[in-house]
């Protein structure tokens, strides 16, 4: 089957840097992707990767590494307005079908 | 180039009920997948449909059963409901079916009584 972990909370200043991680296990790994969820909300899409490395949207950026079946989000310059949940998701074989993580809930405070 | 829709808002079923949830995804976007939501958890993969066919599925019950209309609409029914049935249901709709990227409808909270 297939498994996601991540960080249940994580709690930041504004203005400031965080790091949500993931690490999955899973079959035919496709790629992984990046959901942002305000309550009441939709999720909606930041980013994905499907090879090694970092990807940079804006204030986000996504990196993947497939050989430790790892992943970050890392948040930059956070406005109160991050105060959201964070998924992560895997895409396995084709499809793209997600596999969601619980989701990490994070906090900015002023 | 309007986004998903998804009706209704809220609904409330008792036990054993039926229940059709609907979906209207964005246009040109042939692949549609569902998701179940539990209050505090990540959204679970129900099934997807590709071009009106079942593309896929999770680990649900044949009580789920979808349909998916040439005009980019499509259904969720749930027979027989369950107390657990209890949930936000997301449609999403996507173009590449390599990318991981899906267009998610606002949901419909189900309530089973």
């Known amino acids: 089957g297939q498994s996601l972990e991540q960080p249940s909370e994580v709690t930041a200043v504004e203005g400031a840097i965080v790091q949500i991680n993931c690490t999955y296990q899973?079959?035919?790994?496709?790629?992984l992707s990046w959901y942002q969820q305000h309550d009441g909300g939709a999720p909606t899409f930041l980013s994905y990767?499907?090879?090694?490395g970092l990807e940079e949207t804006g204030r986000f950026s996504s990196f993947l590494s497939r050989s430790d079946s790892y992943g970050y989000l890392l948040l930059q310059e956070l406005q109160m307005k991050d105060s959201a949940s964070y998924f992560c998701a895997v895409s396995h074989n084709a499809g793209n079908m997600l596999t969601f993580g619980g989701g990490t809930r994070l906090m900015v405070k002023p | 180039e309007t986004g998903v829709t998804q009706s209704p808002t809220h609904l409330i079923k008792t036990r054993g009920q039926q229940v059709t949830l609907r979906c209207s995804s964005q246009?040109?976007?042939?692949?549609v997948s569902w998701y179940q939501q539990a209050l505090g958890q990540g959204p679970q993969f129900i099934f997807q449909y590709y071009r009106e066919e079942e593309n896929g599925r999770g680990n649900f019950p044949p009580r789920f059963s979808g349909l998916q209309f040439p005009n980019y609409s499509s259904e969720l029914n749930v027979n027989a409901l369950e107390l657990d049935d209890s949930a936000l249901y997301l449609c999403a709709s996507s173009l590449d079916l390599l990318r991981g990227e899906q267009f998610f409808g606002p949901g419909t909270r189900l309530t089973v009584l």
């Open positions: 990767n499907a090879l090694d």
């Open positions: 246009s040109g976007h042939n692949t």
């Open positions: 899973t079959s035919g790994f496709y790629g």
